[in-house]
């Protein structure tokens, strides 16, 4: 008896393990060939490039080879072939395990049907009776015949089979069929198949409301803002349509449910492992296709939503607030806010990252917006410990400001040399520092500042809440660098969010 498996790099014995089973290599030509080909064995070690071919006997193959832990004699069963070797690398390992799985719930939805096929059989009254005798025209050997079920002769007919005896002019022809019982059966399977019909329609519309598709959410501006954070579906199909042309049909998702999938992660921060329950896929595979999605959207999207305004345009639609002599000329209010994220592994980089204000690990962004409340900036993530100013400096948004434009901020912006470099101008509010008390003018110029700083707050607030995947820890690796845009995936996901922010309504009152 064979005791050793004759996979290469397999040590299975028999014994060794417990419920491990041998198998012999099939005799039939075609799947004996599939086995040697998956085997992948040379003749020997001298001789590597001839094909290994096996005695009847002598050589076994352990179950560990098979995705299921046993070989299959179904041809259509993808353990019909052994699959799992050392050579296969893992991803292609577990995209041949959900084909199994595929495969088995195909296999049950079928033995499911038969089973429903048969009990609508038997259901099914017998028509034996409502074969009416005619007058005088009875064949003597009908009793004789047996009666077989017409389910069962429809199952059995071959295609093409279907000819129509020859009537010959001499034949007697039957009359029809005119009894009250008959009426009965007749009317009684018209009204079964009206049933079915009705029901196959309700079950149609009830499975495209459920399914996550462009009907199931048109004119249903409630669900939409549920789900994405858009007020509607109006406004989802447009940003679906600019980046639709850049997604890629894979993994048996549309482009509709690929870029829903991204929307639901950023709105209700989903697990990549619920995602991929409900869509039905591997949760590495929504990974990638979240990834994939947020790249294409933080290209197509960003550049054209989240931009500095022209000056012209800033003065022609101010709002009411800001149409005072003191700040007619902002053009931004500035503010940092934090995001959580995992510990990183490295020492340099979790003492970047950590802050004393959070106590955890965060990244740190700048986010400017325009006083008619629509975010025009958003920098790059820097770690947490690092101060306003630096941010400031170094993320490129001194740059877009002209000289005579003027920036509200807070106190903690330091700024101002750099401001004034530009020949612009920062408003931070006043400090009581070395002072009892405000003067009365610089109280109440602080009092009207923080009444206009105030919208920012607004603008991160609703930030937050439209999208929550901004409100948790987000894992360490978001914080991956793509190599094609040179920024993380994080700085993807957090620029995403503003640009969808900015087509929703504004926080700030025009009057």
Not at 133 to 145: C, E, H, L, R, S
Not at 214 to 225: C, I, T, W
Not at 268 to 282: K, Q, T
Not at 292 to 304: A, F, G, N, Q, W
């Amino acid at each position: 008896m064979v005791d050793n498996c004759c996979a290469p790099g397999c040590t299975n014995k028999r014994g060794k393990k417990k419920g491990t089973s041998f198998y012999r290599i099939p005799k039939d030509a075609e799947r004996r060939a599939k086995w040697i080909s998956a085997i992948k064995r040379a003749r020997s070690t001298q001789n590597k490039t001839e094909r290994w071919d096996p005695p009847a006997v002598g050589f076994r193959l352990c179950s560990d080879h098979f995705i299921s832990g046993r070989k299959s004699d179904n041809p259509l069963s993808p353990d019909f072939v052994p699959t799992i070797f050392n050579y296969v690398p893992s991803p292609e390992k577990r995209k041949r395990k959900m084909r199994l799985e595929v495969f088995n719930r195909r296999q049950k939805a079928k033995l499911q049907k038969m089973e429903q096929t048969k009990l609508s059989a038997k259901a099914i009254p017998p028509r034996a009776s409502t074969d009416c005798p005619q007058d005088g025209n009875k064949d003597p050997t009908a009793d004789q015949t047996p009666t077989t079920d017409p389910l069962m002769e429809s199952t059995h007919e071959e295609p093409g089979n279907d000819v129509q005896p020859v009537l010959h002019d001499d034949d007697p022809v039957t009359p029809t069929c005119s009894t009250e019982t008959c009426g009965k059966s007749v009317q009684s399977l018209e009204q079964e198949c009206q049933a079915l019909r009705t029901e196959n329609m309700l079950l149609k519309e009830k499975m495209n409301r459920t399914t996550l598709n462009e009907m199931s959410l048109h004119n249903n501006d409630k669900r939409v803002n549920s789900l994405t954070g858009l007020s509607t579906y109006s406004i989802l199909m447009t940003i679906f349509h600019i980046v639709a042309p850049f997604l890629k049909l894979k993994s048996g998702l549309t482009c509709f449910q690929q870029y829903m999938l991204t929307l639901m992660k950023l709105r209700m921060n989903l697990s990549f492992e619920f995602l991929a329950f409900y869509f039905g896929i591997d949760s590495t595979t929504v990974s990638k296709l979240f990834k994939h999605c947020i790249s294409v959207m933080h290209c197509r999207l960003v550049p054209s939503l989240v931009l500095w305004p022209d000056r012209e345009y800033l003065r022609t639609s101010l709002p009411y607030a800001f149409r005072n002599s003191s700040f007619e000329k902002t053009v931004c209010i500035i503010d940092c806010f934090e995001i959580f994220q995992e510990k990183p592994s490295r020492l340099l980089a979790s003492a970047q990252c950590y802050s004393s204000y959070k106590s955890h690990h965060t990244m740190k962004y700048l986010i400017a917006i325009c006083p008619q409340g629509s975010i025009c900036f958003i920098s790059t993530g820097w770690g947490g410990r690092t101060s306003d100013k630096f941010i400031t400096e170094q993320s490129n948004f001194l740059s877009n400001l002209l000289p005579g434009d003027v920036v509200l901020a807070d106190r903690g912006f330091l700024v101002k040399e750099s401001i004034q470099k530009c020949q612009a101008e920062l408003k931070i509010p006043a400090f009581t520092r070395g002072k009892k008390q405000l003067d009365p003018v610089d109280l109440e110029n602080t009092r009207c500042l923080a009444s206009l700083r105030i919208h920012i707050e607004r603008v991160i607030g609703v930030l937050r809440q439209k999208y929550t995947v901004l409100q948790s820890t987000v894992p360490i690796s978001f914080t991956d660098i793509d190599r094609e845009n040179d920024v993380t995936y994080l700085d993807k996901i957090v620029s995403v969010c503003c640009a969808l922010t900015n087509v929703s309504e504004s926080v700030v009152p025009f009057q």
